[in-house]
């Protein structure tokens, strides 16, 4: 399948991008944020689509390990700035981001 992207005016959860097996819908054309659901494309294909979202809504560690992969590598941030937006938006615990952040 070809992966597509489209331009959304919402997501939910407060998302500007979202990655879906074969599609990504992004609310901006941010090149880091592109890049970050390429990213989450390639994890799920790794995983498996089915899988990859099982984990991502019931595991925090692995729902911290697959953003702060994504973050680091699409938006190359901070591991500070990424353990920040794990705590804030993706209700990861500080000590869960922190450990998702460390490893290289
Ligand atoms: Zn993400």
Known sequence: MKLKTFR?????FGF???????????KNDDKGL?????IHIEQ????????Y?????FND???????AEAFKYGQKYSDDRIIM???KNYRISHDLAAAAVSIK
């Not at 959304?8 to 939910?12: A, G, H, I, M, T």
């Not at 592109?34 to 390429?38: F, M, T």
């Not at 560690?61 to 953003?67: C, H, I, M, T």
């Open 44 to 51: 799920q294909k790794k995983h498996g689509f089915i899988k």
């Open 61 to 67: 560690y692995k729902r911290a390990l697959f953003e």
């Open 34 to 38: 592109i890049e970050h659901e390429l």
């Open 8 to 12: 959304v005016p919402w997501l939910p």
């Open 85 to 87: 937006i794990l705590v």
């Open 16 to 26: 500007d991008g979202m990655a879906l097996r074969w599609v990504i819908l992004l």
């Open 53 to 57: 979202m099982f984990l991502w809504f």
